[in-house]
């Protein structure tokens, strides 16, 4: 079993930036992929970004520019940096992690709420 944690979310104001994490304990080498969603008041939950073992990023087309996916396999951490902030951009952030490159995630953080006020 693999445990996620995520932080770094708050109140922040548009055209800040903000930096989440992601601690991951647990199986943590069984771990292949991690990647962000995000879920918005009144919407279904979306992919923001992945990141595999080799470094291979992914973004979805919305925050392309804007969001950074990082990780630091000593930490057994993931990062994303959010800048230019819109409201928009309110939401609870998760992360995910996988056994596999492609696919459904296994494991699941249970959230860091992100409000961007205007």
């Known amino acids: 079993q693999v445990q996620l944690v995520e932080s770094g979310g708050g109140l922040v104001q548009a055209g800040g930036s903000v930096r989440l994490s992601c601690a991951a304990s647990?199986?943590?080498?069984?771990?292949?992929?991690m990647g962000w969603y995000r879920q918005a008041p009144g919407k279904e939950r979306e992919l923001v970004a992945t990141?595999?073992?080799?470094?291979?990023?992914y973004y979805a087309d919305s925050v392309k520019g804007r969001f950074t996916i990082s990780r630091d396999e000593a930490k057994n951490t993931l990062y994303l940096r959010i800048d230019s902030l819109k409201p928009e951009d309110t939401a609870m952030y998760f992360c995910a992690a996988g056994r596999t490159i492609i696919g459904a995630m296994n494991y699941w953080g249970k959230g860091t709420l992100v409000t961007v006020s205007s």
């Open positions: 647990g199986s943590v080498f069984s771990i292949n992929r």
């Open positions: 990141i595999s073992n080799d470094d291979l990023t």
